[in-house]
């Protein structure tokens, strides 16, 4: 029987020899999925990305700021990114107060608005950074820059520069996993190698529309034959791989044939293992309910969190948990209908908090980093006078919990109103820079030669943010 | 007292607040991206003076004495947007001040001393002169003496290629394996010309004699031209929908396919076809066809992976011009042009300078209908119809125009049956002060409650209008009182915004002066007068008299909403234009003929013929030499740069660009120019590489000094030089090249071949060409195998396959059109509709799902989700079990040589015959038998998904 480390530098070989020449430029090993190590010591084995899509308000959620109270209703001028992205100049705009009440909670004493009642008991498991900013006003751009770190440019998503790092932890499963991905404000390419060999693409998990109940690995299964027929009919494959092996012996090819019967041991066990690691109904019902799975609102994000989990546990590097929709204003825009915030706090609030709980009691918060996040904030103030509030790119807040994060803390922060980040700023950029220093590696020497240029995730810019590491 | 600064030696209060305040606050503050030993930012240094004397990319950064002018001090004041230092955090207003005085006071430095060297850069500083650098070299002619390299073995080549191929092998002490057997050549010849098996039947036909006329009869086919087409589409990173942010469909991408496949297979010469490219529409075109395909042609430049949702249209603009530069670089070129948006090239002798005097170019090139819109939108250029079109269009457009005529008068006679209240646009805002009588807006009411200004539906007047929120029953009220200026009857009407969820019982109380009335109000149905008011009947009031309307949310059953009250007069109503008319009888039919009308003609204009159009460029109103974007910001500009072409790759005695023109004319004329040293290579290196599996420079993309050089530089230019030669023939060069020795060399060992175990060890990359490549075949030609063997493979030529109609980007039904797709055409995959966010899942598997880019060489990935396709896709079943029922009706063992030969171009080996005589005899135990057909099936799955039908011998 081969071993791991065999059979995956078989599968590496498979590549044609100008991407394995690539590859074996960049990398000592040259063996695309090997495990191995990174560039400074790892806090963390993996990554959770709770992906908050259309923007949560940060002003509603964890920014508290009291001046929006005093001045609600006042109309003051603001530099809105839409209207200085438009016209050069910002523009004067109402004042809105928060929908939701803050209040300080738990040992640390962090802030937190009622919006999220369930997180709101755990703010002294968070690293709450309020002085994020990013580059893209509209979803598109913010999005795939959130993903690839640039707006435009065709480039690496971020689990895909992860896995290309690092290699997998697991055998029979891919190294990173999209759940219920959109194929909106750049779909695919969010989870896309671009140029990255194909092997560090994400699978995705079902797609967002689907149910979460539903979602599962692609062609996983051939439900018109009997296993007893399967089994036959893939003992007549290796028969003829093996012929046909021995067909080309001696010409220098057998390292792309015997990557590709690779690729089908390799599919062949993954059909085995990856119905069970995907199987929730294993799980107590204790486990389920503490996910909000079977009550309406949590079930379907609920699934999806405690599918990380269990993919987390299965040494699945990055894992990325989607809150989403095909549209092009998805889920958290509320451009028009403040209110509308709360239900989709509804939907995520108890899976996510169900999720930190789940993986701090079985130990897997130690190692396991959970970033929670939108690819921009909303504007303090109302889009139109209205009822909504704007995209805001220039001061949001995310959070970060578990390995290697500094719990119950806060960093950061933006002006009196919650628009403008104007300390402990940390750029999207940086923040994939400790996101990746977290992980063991370091984002300028993460690099990947293409088109006679080495390309790296954080571009030309990113500071890891030590102020927040524990 | 000594006076300051006049003894040697001793520090003067300036530089004593220099040392004291100012040094400490630069390295704490600016040291780390701004002194040796860190990155240098901007190429700006701080930690001595002559640092900041020079500046950075951006000049200067103090000017002694004039704070206000020194580019420093603006940075920290953080009034620019885009200049923002430090960034991380502003600095406090007192080290401001001690900034602002330093330079106040004339900037005094004692640094004078350069710090020791900057971290040294990641790249070794290059020779990046054109002279250094293989490809920029002019092309080698051949010649008598260099046409055949001398070779040992006279009888073995067929071809001058054949020569030095051998030279170098003999040279090296290598000989050349055998000749491809017959199987396999035919089946290489087939899938390399057409990109599609041959049958099982010309298999069996193949004569290796007879070569040349079964390569002219390829090369006719239509399937060489999609084939090509194809490779062409690759590299011009062809697709119809934008991808990224917001995709949008390209409704009339397909246009630049036909034109790419027709262009193939009427042997357009492909320096023409780059031509057309880059400046269609400015080429003469002697006749209609000609101007049709022209045009098409520009959608080259327009086809990219736009994010036209980019708010900031300054950068959409130039990020529209990198992506062009970048493909036709790339894709023409081997170049990547788009290293010099922010800096001079590293590798390359490309420099900034050249690079916005190409921007230039495309700068004074219209790509988008405007630089304002909020989703961005690509031109549509008109395309002449046709006779036969044209007579269809313009039966459409009289159509469209008596239904139109006839909206027009019912419009204007069911406005006359309505006295209008107004003459002003339903659905949008009004002034109380533009509508006739006596008009109190919401903001003129005395209101009690907690009302919410909103203004969410914009048929409001004046500022907006309030809502209840719907909470609070019976606690908000709004009292109108009206300041009647003359005694009389008015008519009086309640404005509000309605929608579904409104309250249908809305109470309204009138104190007239004849007494009370109780009336209500549904607001959930639009108001009947003009989308705003509902009358609630004639009342009198007198001057001076006591009077209100009061509108309050008691009992109510939805959101009340309270926009305005008017009061209306007979003279008012007489007086607006409108009202005069309220005698006209009432035509009940007039409304729903109305909407009948509406239907028809949306109808009418929805459905063909329709006038045709594609997405193109044309040149701008204004052409304008670009400015150099420093570090490639929009708002950091450099001196302006006269439009031009790569300086390093000039040709003597091209014309200028003149002032009122692009230069795109001319730009098109240089990369064609038989002396440009790289566009005849790159093409013929990207024919070499379909054909042979590798190019002659194996970085297909990259001509430049970190691409690779060439494995037989002489050979690449003689081939180049016949091409230019030949006019840039495609067909010419394929046949020239399939037919060589070379080509036809086995790629696999046949039993008796000494040589080849050494020769792999010593060159297993086959640099010397001494064996064939055994190739992978790519996601089209595995596919449409797939569909030939079935016999379900549709062979329709040309046209669109998707209908994508006239596009909104506002709208969402541009995105569904894409999300939404459901993939079932059974069309050659060069047809496949081609979104960027969403393929056919079987090119997501086999590495054709990013055409964000130009591809000139699919990756070839070894993946698990490929075996799992084979292994359990809907698509592969299906399609085993079709061929399945192809089989002929004849003996076992026939049908299995007609499999083999089908899928696999060959016979099968006795072992592999073994195994399949095994398999289709059912087992004597176990559960029930699968039926003999079905047998047959997966035995044809099992043959799809093994290692040999995914590669080409």
Redesign the interface.
């Known amino acids: 029987m081969t071993t791991r480390r065999q059979l995956l530098k078989t ?1 590496a070989c ?6 394995l020449a690539a590859m074996c430029q960049n990398q000592a090993a040259g063996q695309p999925l090997f495990l191995r190590p990174g560039h400074v010591p790892a806090r963390a084995k993996r990554v959770i990305f709770l992906f908050m899509a259309g923007g949560i308000s940060q002003v509603d959620s964890f920014d508290y700021k009291p001046r929006l109270a005093k001045e609600n209703g006042n109309k003051r001028s603001f ?1 809105d ?2 209207s ?3 016209t050069g100049k910002g523009a004067e705009q109402r004042v809105m107060q928060s929908l939701w009440e803050f209040r300080q909670r738990g040992q640390s004493g962090q802030w937190a608005s009622e919006l999220f009642p369930h997180l709101a008991g755990l703010m002294d498991e968070l690293c709450v950074v309020k002085g994020m900013h990013t580059e ?6 913010a ?2 820059f959130l993903h690839t770190g640039t ?2 440019f ?1 480039r690496p998503s971020m689990g895909s520069w992860i896995s290309y790092g690092l290699g997998t932890e697991n055998d029979n499963l ?1 190294s990173f996993v999209s759940i219920s991905p959109s ?7 969010n989870y ?3 140029f990255l ?3 560090f ?1 994400g ?1 995705p998990l079902g797609r967002t529309g689907q149910p979460a109940a539903e979602a599962t ?6 439900q ?3 296993s ?2 399967k089994n ?3 003992g ?2 290796r ?3 093996q ?3 021995h ?7 057998q390292e ?2 015997e ?3 690779n ?2 041991e ?3 066990r ?2 085995a293992n990856a119905p069970d690691v995907l199987d929730l109904a294993g799980e107590s019902a204790a486990t389920q309910s503490l996910y909000g799975i079977g009550q309406k609102p949590t079930d379907n994000f609920g699934r999806q969190c405690l599918m990380a989990r269990r993919l987390a546990e299965s040494g699945v590097r990055y894992i990325q948990v989607n809150y989403t929709d ?3 204003n998805p889920a958290w825009d509320q451009h ?1 209908n403040m209110p509308q915030h709360k239900n989709h706090a509804m939907a995520v609030d108890q899976p996510v908090a169900g999720l930190l709980q789940d993986l701090k009691q079985r130990g897997l918060l130690e190692d396991t980093l959970v970033w929670f996040g939108s690819e921009f904030g909303r504007t303090p103030y109302a889009q ?4 909504g509030r704007d995209h805001n790119p220039l001061g949001f807040t995310q959070w970060l919990a578990g390995a290697g994060v500094k719990a119950g803390f806060s960093y950061g922060e933006t002006d009196e109103f919650g628009h403008l980040a ?4 940390i750029h999207m950029h940086d923040l994939h820079a400790t996101i990746l220093h977290l992980l063991g590696l370091d984002h300028e020497r993460l690099t990947f ?1 293409h ?4 390309f790296r995730l954080t571009d030309v810019h990113g500071h890891v943010v030590k102020e927040i590491l524990t | 007292m000594l006076i300051a600064g006049s003894v040697p030696g001793e520090a003067s209060p300036g530089l004593e607040h220099f040392e004291d305040k100012v040094r400490p606050l630069l390295v704490e503050h600016c040291y780390e991206c701004h002194s040796a030993g860190h990155k240098i930012k901007g190429g700006l240094r701080l930690d001595h003076r002559a640092g900041w004397e020079t500046g950075g990319d951006s000049g200067p950064a103090l000017t002694p004495g004039d704070p206000a002018a020194s580019l420093l001090l603006r940075a920290i004041s953080y009034e620019d947007r885009d200049l923002k230092m430090p960034p991380k955090q502003k600095l406090s207003a007192g080290q401001t001040a001690i900034l602002r005085d330093w330079i106040a006071a004339g900037a005094p430095d004692p640094r004078e001393e350069v710090p020791g060297d900057p971290a040294p850069a990641r790249i070794p500083a290059r020779d990046t002169s054109a002279a250094a650098l293989w490809s920029f070299q002019p092309l080698a002619v051949p010649t008598e003496e260099t046409r055949r390299p001398q070779v040992k073995d006279t009888a073995w080549p067929r071809d001058a290629v054949d020569h030095h191929i051998l030279a170098e092998l003999e040279q090296a002490g290598f000989t050349a394996v055998p000749d491809a057997p017959p199987e396999a050549l035919v089946r290489r010849l087939f899938f390399d010309l057409t990109g599609l098996p041959p049958s099982a039947e010309e298999v069996t036909a193949f004569n290796p004699e007879a070569c040349g006329p079964l390569v002219d009869r390829l090369l006719a086919s239509e399937a060489f031209a999609e084939r090509w087409g194809q490779h062409w589409l690759d590299i011009t990173r062809f697709a119809e929908s934008s991808g990224g942010g917001r995709t949008l469909p390209f409704k009339d991408a397909w246009r630049f396919r036909d034109y790419v496949i027709e262009s193939m297979h009427r042997e357009v010469p492909l320096d023409q076809m780059i031509r057309e490219h880059l400046a269609g529409d400015l080429l003469p075109a002697p006749t209609t066809a000609d101007r049709t395909r022209q045009l098409t042609a520009t959608a080259f430049l327009a086809l990219g992976p736009t994010n036209y949702e980019e708010q900031d249209k300054g950068v959409l603009r130039m990020d529209i011009i990198d992506e062009q530069l970048e493909t036709m670089g790339r894709s023409f070129m081997g170049l990547t042009l788009g290293c010099a948006r922010c800096h001079d090239h590293k590798f390359d002798p490309v420099t900034t300078k050249d690079y916005y005097a190409l921007a230039g170019i495309l700068r004074s090139t219209q790509t988008l209908r405007d630089y304002t819109s909020n989703v961005a939108h690509w031109v549509d250029l008109p395309l002449p119809p046709g006779p036969a079109l044209e007579e269809a269009l313009q039966q459409k457009d009289r159509q469209l125009a008596s239904l139109q005529t006839e909206l027009q008068q019912i419009t204007a006679l069911i406005k006359k049956q309505q006295p209008m209240s107004g003459s002003l646009t339903a659905g949008k805002p009004a002034a109380a002060a533009d509508l006739p009588g006596l008009v109190l807006d919401d903001s003129a009411a005395r209101i009690v409650g907690d009302w919410k200004p909103s203004t969410t539906y914009r048929n409001y007047i004046g500022q907006g209008y309030l809502h209840d929120k719907e909470a609070e029953k019976g606690t908000c009220t709004a009292t109108f009182i009206p300041s009647i200026p003359e005694t009389g009857r008015y008519d009086v009407r309640v404005a509000y915004t309605p929608a579904p969820g409104r309250a249908t019982n809305v109470p309204v109380h009138i104190l007239h002066a004849d007494g009370e009335e109780d009336l209500s109000i549904d607001q959930s149905v639009p108001p009947p007068l003009d989308g705003r008011f509902v009358s609630l009947g004639t009342f009198r009031f007198e001057k001076d008299g006591a009077g209100f309307i009061l509108i309050s949310n008691e009992g109510t059953n939805g959101i009340v909403t309270l926009d305005a009250i008017q009061l209306l007069s007979g003279k008012d109503r007489a007086s607006a234009p409108e009202g005069r008319a309220a005698e006209v009888p009432a035509d009940l039919e007039a409304p729903a003929r109305q909407k009948e009308l509406r239907a028809e003609i949306k109808s009418v204009q929805n459905k063909p013929p329709f006038r045709p159009e594609t997405m193109g460029v044309q040149e701008d109103a204004e052409p304008a030499d670009c400015p150099v974007h420093i570090r490639g910001s929009i708002r950091n500009l450099g001196p302006i740069v006269p439009r031009g072409f790569i300086q390093a790759a000039m040709i003597p005695g091209l014309p200028a660009i003149p002032a009122g023109q692009s230069g795109r004319l001319q730009l098109a004329q240089w990369m064609t120019h038989p002396q440009h040293p790289l566009t005849a290579r790159v093409m013929v290196n990207r024919i070499w590489m379909h054909l042979f599996g590798e190019g002659l420079v194996r970085s297909v993309d990259n001509f430049g000094a970190s691409g690779e050089t060439p494995t037989h530089r002489l050979l690449l230019d003689h081939l180049a030089h016949d091409f230019i030669q030949d006019g840039w023939s495609l067909k010419k060069l394929v046949r020239r090249l399939v037919l060589t020795r070379t080509y036809q060399l086995a790629s696999i060992p046949s039993p008796g071949t000494p040589s080849w175990s050494a020769q792999q060890a010593a060159d297993p990359d086959n640099r010397l060409l001494w064996r064939a490549h055994r190739r992978r075949l790519d996601a089209n030609a595995l596919r449409d195998a797939i569909l030939t063997v079935s016999g379900q493979l549709d062979r329709r030529f040309l046209g669109p396959n998707v209908q994508a109609g006239t596009v909104d980007p506002n709208s969402t039904e541009a995105q569904t059109l894409e999300y939404s797709y459901v993939f079932t055409d059974l069309r050659r995959s060069v047809y496949s509709p081609a979104f960027r966010n969403r393929r056919l899942e079987f090119f997501e598997h086999f590495d054709f799902a990013d055409i964000n880019g130009p591809i000139g060489q699919r990756t070839r990935g070894t993946i698990v989700p490929q075996a799992l396709y084979f292994l359990n896709h809907p698509f592969i079943i299906g399609q085993s079990q079709a061929a399945a029922r192809r089989l002929p009706g004849a003996p076992e063992r026939e049908r299995l040589d007609w499999l083999w030969r089908s899928i696999l171009g060959r016979p099968p080996t006795d072992a592999e015959r073994r195994q399949a005589v095994d398999y289709l005899t059912p087992p004597t135990s176990g559960p029930a038998p699968t039926t003999e057909e079905a047998r047959w099936a997966q035995l044809v799955q099992t043959l799809f998904a093994t290692t040999d039908f995914r590669f080409l011998d």
């Open positions: 599968t498979g590549f044609g020899s100008l991407a530099d990114a839409r200085v992205a438009k893209g006003v509209a979803h598109g751009p999005t795939l707006t435009n065709i891919p194929l909106s404000n750049g779909g695919p390419r896309s190698t671009a060999p194909p092997v693409q699978t690995i692609r062609n996983l299964n051939n018109l034959l009997s007893g027929d036959r009919q893939f007549l494959l028969g003829l791989h012929e046909q092996l067909r080309v012996a001696g010409g220098g090819h792309a044939v990557a590709v019967i690729s089908y390799l599919a062949w993954l059909q095909n549209s092009n028009g139109d006078n209205g009822t104007i300390a402990g700023k030669r088109a006679g240029r080495d």
